[in-house]
Structures are given as C-alpha cells and as structure tokens.
C-alpha cells in the first residue's frame, strides 16, 4: 500500500496527495500527516482513499468528540482542531473567488464562528423502522450511505435535543404509523423546541396519545405535517408558545414557525448580523434594501439603526411572518416587506433604488438581481454567501461588469466540523 505525506485539505475537508499523475483524496487524513492508505474509488485524473495506518500524526489532529463520528454523516471534520477548519474554509472561498470571479478582496475579514458544539438549533432527522436493528432509527443519515445512523446522542445537537434521541427511538417504535414517520424536524426557539413529524397518515387515537404523553413528559411541542412545509400545523400543547429567536445587541425578537428557514447557530448568527451591519453602516435618512430577507434577520436590526428598511422575499408566508415581527419590535413604520421573484429578472428590473442594499440568497446566488444593480446602483453591498462558488460567480459581474470593487471578504463558520462554508463580502462602487 503506498505511503504518503499529506500536503493540503480539499473543499470537502480531505487530505490532498499527489501520487502517480493522479490527486489522491484521503478521507479523515490531516494535513502534514505521513500514512498508508487504500484507494477504494479510481478515476483517470483522481482517485479516493481511506487511511490504512497513521506513521506521524499531524499537529492539528484532534479526538473526534462524537462516539458516532465516523459513521454518521453529518459532520466531516472533528478529527480537525478549529484553527485548521476555519484556514481550510477560508482557502476554499479565497480559491472560488479568483479562480471562478478573477477577484480577490482588498481585506480578508477575520473569520466568525460562536459554538463549536450543541449549536444546531434547526435540524432535519431521518426515522426508520428497522428489525435487524432491533426497532426504530432517529438520527443523520449515515456516511456516503441512504441508511440512517444507529446513534443515541449528537454533540453538535444542542444538549437536551441530542438527551432526547433515545426516548424518541423509542416513540417512533411504539406508534402504529412508524412505517409511515420518515423524518422528525427539530426546531429549537429561546423557550421551547418544537418537533415535526412527517406522517403520511393521520396518527389513530392510540398514536395520539403517545404523542401527546411524550410532549408533556419533555416539555415540548409536537407538529405533524403531512405534505409541504406549509402543511405543518401544531398538533399539542394546543397553548405552545410561539418559537423565537434573539438578536439582543438591536433589541429585536424574531419569531418563527418551525418549517422557517432561521440559521441552524443561533450565536453565530448574532455575530453574523453584527459584522453585517458593521460593514453596512445603515444610518437615518438613508434607504436600505434587503434581499432574501426572510423573517427579516438583518431588516429589523436595519431599521433599528435608523434607515429606511425594505425586505424582499419570495415567500408571502415569510414576508407575512417579517411584517409581524416589525409590529411586534415596534418598527412597523421603519420597516416594510414586499413578495418579489428575485430570481425573475423582469421583477428585478423593476426593484426601487436604495442607497445600500444586502442580500442574504440561498446556494443558487442571486445573479438576476446582482444585474439589476447596474440600475439601482447601490454604493455599498454586503452579500451573506452560503456558496463560495455563487458568490464568486456574481463577484464578477460586480466587479467586472458594474466597477465594484471587492472591499473585504472573510468565512462564517456557521457550520463546525462540517465542510459548509458560509461567507460575508462587501462590494463598494
């Protein structure tokens, strides 16, 4: 078996060696580790290896702290120290941004990240009856694999979410529509944690009462939705107090359904906001437009800080829910929110002029409306990325096309000890 020295991480947070012509990717391997490994995928150009033997360890190699590490595919990275997570995510944004935009930013933010561990307040679990296992599965799905992971706790869930997965084994095993429960969706707010169960049947009286014990008994709410997320409706306690999350720097609480898109890290999202609007600078008298805005996580801190705040979203259901946060934070007259396709480029086209726009899109980026800045011309834009190669792809076209230039750019660890990387840039005419 060949031996090797490790030279670098790939985007997915493998170990990158260069042997015989080909790049040979080693799952789990760190960087300046000397290793046997075996190939179990060959291509032409490339090919993917697991490790056989560690000969000398890498200085940022670390004890994973999840026991399921390994198996479980939801994380990629623990046998990484967070320094090296972090360089590694900040390479494969710096990489996208000039090998895809031919851009590079004149400053290089410090990176964000809050808690490494028990920080994922949105999850989505899969379940699964299984009778070689001994009964029911809840968990992430296993790695490079449809099956779900044999797992009884998780360290990134936060502590009480990841106490509750055997007593939830032992739910979805006992209630008659078990076959027919494929995932649980966990959502937790500052007061309470909601789960919703996929059901593609109505739960009988018996199932029922299950559930209802079993919210009790935890101290949480329990939603049942049997199509799209819009189906979702709360099943018990009828009296659940509404999910909400706090932004406590702008006095702002933002509440949300279950189903909502929220970020997963209630702590770094706080950072995020704050690095957002530091870069910003929204100030009275001016007009800020926010795109993506969703339940309005960076319009309502806007419009706290004085400026005239505008939230686009295509959801009516999310702009219905960030105009009652407005009402609800007093800032119902600083702040308004209109339905808009922001990936129909005759909408875009017709989007009023700001002074300062941001924009927060989801992996697909937001080319449509990037183009229409050649109109609106906004001199200032901070973009909040979840794809480095999205955000570099409309990069260009700022900087290229419109004369931007590319002010600062830095990763948001939004996601430890997994490969996501999520960014912040700002561009300025």
Same mark, same amino acid.
């Given at each position: ?39 179990? $995928?060959?291509? #032409? ?11 000398? +360890?890498?200085? #940022? ?32 944004? +710096? ?5 895809? !935009? ?26 699964? =009856? ?11 799905? +296993? ?16 502590? $009480? ?5 055997? #007593?939830? @084994?032992?739910?979805? !095993? ?10 649980? +969706? ?11 169960? @996929? ?13 209802? &014990? ?79 805005? %969703?339940?309005? &996580? ?15 979203? %295509? ?21 308004? =929110? ?66 931007? @230039? ?24």
């Amino acid at each position: 078996m060949p031996t090797a020295r490790i030279e670098s991480l790939d985007r997915e947070g493998r170990g990158v060696v260069h042997a015989e012509g080909k790049v040979v990717f080693v799952d789990g391997a760190v960087p300046g580790e000397i290793l046997e490994y075996a190939s179990y $995928r060959k291509k #032409a150009a490339w090919e993917v290896a697991q490790i056989v033997r560690i000969e000398k +360890e890498g200085a #940022a190699r670390v004890r994973p702290l999840c026991a399921f590490y390994g198996t479980c595919g939801g994380c990629s990275m623990q046998h990484l120290d967070m320094s090296t997570q972090v360089a590694a995510k900040q390479r494969v944004l +710096e990489d996208a941004l000039w090998h895809i !935009g031919r851009v590079r930013p004149e400053t290089v933010l410090r990176a964000i990240h809050g808690l490494s561990w028990g920080y994922r307040h949105r999850a989505r679990l899969s379940a699964r =009856f299984v009778i070689k296992k001994g009964g029911s599965l809840v968990g992430f799905r +296993e790695r490079k694999s449809s099956f779900v992971a044999d797992m009884t706790s998780c360290e990134v869930l936060p502590p $009480r979410v990841s106490a509750l997965l055997p #007593a939830l @084994r032992a739910l979805v !095993g006992g209630l008659t529509l078990r076959e027919r429960l494929p995932q649980i +969706e966990v959502a937790v707010g500052e007061n309470s944690i909601a789960l919703v169960l @996929r059901v593609l049947e109505s739960p009988g009286a018996g199932d029922e009462a299950q559930l209802r &014990n079993f919210a009790d008994a935890n101290g949480l709410q329990i939603w049942l939705q049997s199509a799209g997320p819009d189906s979702a409706r709360l099943f018990w306690p009828p009296d659940a107090p509404a999910l909400h999350y706090l932004l406590p720097e702008y006095a702002v609480q933002i509440g949300f359904s279950p189903t909502d898109f929220i970020q997963v890290n209630h702590a770094t999202n706080r950072m995020l906001v704050h690095a957002a609007l530091a870069l910003l600078d929204p100030r009275a008298g001016e007009t800020v437009s926010d795109y993506f805005c %969703g339940l309005g &996580n960076f319009t309502l801190p806007v419009g706290r800080c004085g400026a005239a705040a505008a939230g686009f979203e %295509g959801s009516a259901a999310l702009v219905a829910r960030a105009h009652a946060n407005s009402v609800e934070n007093g800032l119902a007259d600083q702040c308004r =929110f209109e339905v808009a396709d922001l990936f129909s480029s005759e909408i875009c086209a017709r989007l009023p002029v700001c002074d300062k726009a941001l924009l927060d899109p989801p992996r697909e980026g937001a080319i449509e409306l990037v183009k229409s800045f050649e109109r609106t011309r906004p001199r200032r834009i901070v973009y909040v990325a979840c794809d480095p190669a999205t955000l570099a792809r409309d990069a260009e076209v700022l900087v290229h096309a419109q004369g931007y @230039r590319l002010t600062s750019a830095g990763v948001v660890n939004m996601f430890p000890h997994t490969s996501h990387v999520e960014s912040i840039a700002c561009f300025e005419r």
